[in-house]
């Protein structure tokens, strides 16, 4: 849960700092899709147990979906599903180390 809010915060950052056409940005949303939904599935998990999530309540996710499935790939690669929605934990840690050193860079910090 953690981990899905601080790749939200950095594409947050570098979307202040880059703008939200940069490339790097435009390639950090396309190696994790889903983020901005996984992050709030969790940010909101109450109202998805309700049943009255954004995604149950526009129909874009199933009633149950909001139980997460977790998958172990290999050593330290974990993958959370909320139905359709996917975090690929090592890919996502490894495009975010991207995101952040394009916006240092950027920002003259790097």
Known sequence: MLFADALRNVLRGAERVLGKGNTAVQVFKADVPDIEHVRNIYEHFDAYVEGIGNRQQDGSMGPDDWRPVHSKVGDDFYIVNFGAYRLDVGPARDA???????TLDAAGEH
């Open 96 to 102: 975010s180390a991207r995101l952040v050193v394009a």
